[in-house]
C-alpha cells in the first residue's frame, strides 16, 4: 500500500531554500522509486528529480541542476527535495511520485509522469521577487 504525504512547501524570497519531505505513510515492505514534480498554473507537470530504490542513483531536470538535491532519509521510502537559491520560475505545486519497478535494477531512475503509479497531493511552493 502506497499513500504519500508531501511537507515542507510555503511562501519565500528569491533566494532563500526549502526542504520538502515526503513520507509513505502506507505498509509496503518493499524500496520505492520516488521521485518530485511540480506543475505551475496553465502548465504541464514536470519532472524535477527523482532516485533509485538504492538511492545510488539520482537525476535532476537541467533546470533545477546545481540548485536542487534529492536524497533518501533514513526510514525507507523518505525522501527529500532540498531547494536552494529559489527563483520565482520555481513557483508550483510540488507533487511527490513512487512506484516499485520490480523489472528494472535497483538504481533504475525514471524521468516521465506516466511512470510513476502513485501521487502524493502535492505541496504549493511560492517565491516572491
Known amino acids: 500500500q502506497v499513500q504519500l504525504v508531501e511537507s515542507g512547501g510555503g511562501l519565500v524570497q528569491t533566494g532563500d531554500s526549502l526542504r520538502l519531505t515526503c513520507t509513505n505513510s502506507g505498509r509496503t515492505v518493499s524500496t520505492l522509486v520516488m521521485g518530485w514534480f511540480r506543475q505551475a498554473p496553465g502548465k504541464e507537470r514536470e519532472f524535477v528529480a527523482a532516485i533509485s530504490r538504492s538511492g545510488a542513483s539520482t537525476d535532476h531536470a537541467d533546470s533545477v541542476k546545481g540548485r536542487f538535491t534529492i536524497s533518501r532519509g533514513n526510514e525507507r521510502n523518505t525522501v527529500y527535495l532540498v531547494m536552494n537559491s529559489l527563483k520565482p520560475k520555481d513557483m508550483a505545486n510540488y507533487y511527490c511520485?513512487?512506484?516499485?519497478?520490480?523489472?528494472?535494477?535497483?538504481?533504475?531512475?525514471?524521468?516521465?509522469?506516466?511512470?510513476?503509479?502513485?501521487w502524493g497531493q502535492g505541496t504549493q511552493v511560492s517565491v516572491s521577487s
Open positions: 511520485a513512487a512506484d516499485y519497478f520490480p523489472m528494472h535494477s535497483s538504481d533504475y531512475v525514471p524521468r516521465a509522469p506516466a511512470e510513476f503509479a502513485y
